[in-house]
């Protein structure tokens, strides 16, 4: 069964900064993709950061500059960066995977791990 472990939330002053990871319980190169999304209260989840296994990476308009996305393929571990935190960035943060299996594109998701980012 695949897996995927969050860890690294916690509650930071704005403008400090956070590092996420999320382990699989096997290699990440065997997804298409990582992704990290993430849910403030009352509101849809978002697409924050991805990349793919050719390293190409895209962010939301909201973190570029300051989020960074990567991945340690020996670890078997993607991480999130996340640098100059506004409260804005406060919610739930999911670590999700792709992988294509018996002709089907699976989605995968970490449990979640609060981020919280105080004035």
């Known amino acids: 069964q695949v897996q995927l472990v969050e860890s690294g939330g916690g509650l930071v002053q704005a403008g400090g900064s956070l590092r996420l990871s999320c382990v699989a319980s096997?290699?990440?190169?065997?997804?298409?993709?990582m992704r990290w999304y993430r849910q403030a209260p009352g509101e849809q989840r978002e697409l924050v950061a991805g990349i793919s296994n050719s390293g190409s990476t895209n962010y939301a308009d909201s973190v570029m500059g300051r989020f960074t996305i990567s991945r340690d393929n020996a670890k078997n571990t993607v991480h999130l960066q996340m640098n100059s935190m506004k409260p804005e960035d406060t919610g739930v943060y999911y670590c999700?995977?792709?992988?294509?299996?018996?002709?089907?594109?699976?989605?995968?998701w970490g449990q979640g791990t609060q981020v919280t980012v105080s004035s």
């Open positions: 999700n995977g792709r992988m294509t299996m018996a002709g089907y594109l699976r989605t995968y």
């Open positions: 096997g290699s990440i190169e065997t997804f298409n993709d």
